[in-house]
């Protein structure tokens, strides 16, 4: 047993903000109570959670452990130590792994990896079409047999319309979300980053904000065509938040996800320094605060990480060479209490839900701090100083466009299936 007392506990699904004691019992809490209150066997292990906040475990719905087939920049053990070392108790792991992870073989093979090295949940994606080629569909039916939560060709759109409806016909009788990296592939072609005056400054090709919203359109009408669930991925334009709190009027089915560096970084930000070079790219001023009114007003449902590392000799290169993608896990938390909360945008109860009720929501699943729930926890500290250092992190990969920046506010321990997997 683990008793998690003197903490406050920040729970959305009951709107609970409170001093209580949480016990774990195994895999699941087993009792929640007042602090002091709470009936515990002799022997039990303590966390003293004085001055910290206790939140359901935090859930990323997006990222990248590069394993099977690209270990050299990350694997399921590095990938979810700095998963926990983050504050996640869960991580949906993309599909563009080499072999893609389009059939049940593959899924079976992460998921007995995560059993054997991981730190915290590992729950695959499998891909919407056969070796994410946008021809053909995949094995849906027997990858969710094996395990997946969802479907996704991330790294690129399911290729036309045509195929988007049948994976979401499909999806919809299997009862699964399908992922969409929103991208109009004829508009973005050749881009490194978004089409502005700071592409233009920096003699970079830039993919105007169109070629993601028009996708987006796309998809919130051929979710209102199937009812499938539809979640758009590491959404970055104000056009596209437009269009899904449009979808949300009209009852449909459509979530979706804002990374930490979107709702950070603009366009301005970016130099020739490979770090800052991501899909979608940094966006507009205006397009962060379209993505900031959407994370208060309740459009956005998650706070995803698109965790993406890459060994140094991929991101050693020219801008134009080097390839997308920044990693996450360690660095979203604190964002987001800068960012969010300390400027008085979000409160934490907001801030929680995005990191845990909300992504639960969007795979159709509990996350709540109650008996008899998964015990799962992510205790962090709201002010707590501290200078994140890419060569300190537990990740493979070095690509931080935020190395040496000072954070007030970080994971303090995380704990899955009533078990200490990371503490500071």
């Not at 406050?8 to 016990?23: E, F, H, Q, Y």
């Not at 596209?240 to 979808?247: F, G, H, M, Y």
């Not at 560096?261 to 301005?268: R, V, Y």
């Amino acid at each position: 047993m683990l008793l998690v007392r003197n903490g406050r506990v920040i729970d959305p699904a009951s709107k609970t903000d409170a001093a209580l004691d949480v016990l774990l019992d195994g895999e699941k809490i087993k009792e929640v109570a007042l602090t002091g209150k709470t009936r515990t066997a002799p022997g039990a292990e303590v966390f003293d959670a004085k001055g910290l906040i206790v939140a359901p475990g935090f859930i990323d719905l997006h990222a990248h452990l590069r394993e099977p087939g690209q270990e050299s920049s990350e694997t399921i053990e590095t990938g979810t130590r700095a998963a926990a070392h983050g504050g996640f108790t869960a991580v949906c792991c993309m599909p563009n792994t080499k072999p893609v992870n389009d059939n049940a073989s593959v899924t079976r093979f992460i998921l007995d990896r995560a059993k054997a090295t991981g730190s915290v949940r590992v729950w695959p994606i499998g891909a919407a079409s056969l070796g994410s080629k946008g021809e053909a569909i995949s094995e849906i039916a027997g990858m969710k047999e094996a395990g997946i939560v969802a479907v996704s060709d991330d790294g690129k759109p399911i290729a036309t319309a045509k195929l988007a409806r049948q994976v979401m016909d499909y999806c919809r009788s299997l009862d699964l979300p399908v992922i969409e990296h929103a991208e109009d592939v004829s508009l973005a072609a050749g881009a490194v980053m978004r089409e502005g005056v700071s592409s233009t400054r920096l003699g970079l090709r830039g993919m105007p904000a169109a070629a993601e919203s028009v996708c987006v359109g796309r998809d919130v009408q051929l979710a209102e065509l199937t009812g499938a669930r539809v979640h758009i991925a590491h959404l970055s334009a104000k056009a596209s938040i437009e269009q899904v709190r449009w979808a949300k009027s009209r009852g449909l089915r459509v979530t979706c996800e804002v990374t930490p560096h979107h709702f950070t970084l603009i366009d301005e930000d970016v130099t020739y320094d490979s770090r800052f070079k991501m899909n979608p790219p940094l966006a507009a001023r205006e397009d962060r605060v379209a993505l900031l009114e959407g994370l208060a007003d309740g459009t956005v449902d998650a706070i995803a990480t698109d965790h993406a590392p890459h060994e140094p000799a991929l991101k050693d290169v020219e801008f134009d060479r080097a390839p997308f993608g920044v990693l996450g896990f360690e660095t979203a938390l604190a964002l987001a209490l800068e960012q969010l909360v300390h400027s008085g945008k979000l409160s934490l109860m907001r801030m929680i839900e995005l990191f845990a009720t909300g992504p639960a929501r969007v795979l159709g699943m509990e996350r709540q701090i109650a008996a008899g729930q998964a015990a799962d926890l992510t205790v962090f500290s709201a002010d707590h100083a501290w200078t994140y250092r890419v060569e300190e992190s537990s990740s493979k990969s070095r690509n931080s466009p935020f190395d040496g920046r000072k954070f007030k506010g970080r994971p303090i321990a995380t704990i899955v299936d009533g078990q200490v997997v990371y503490k500071n």
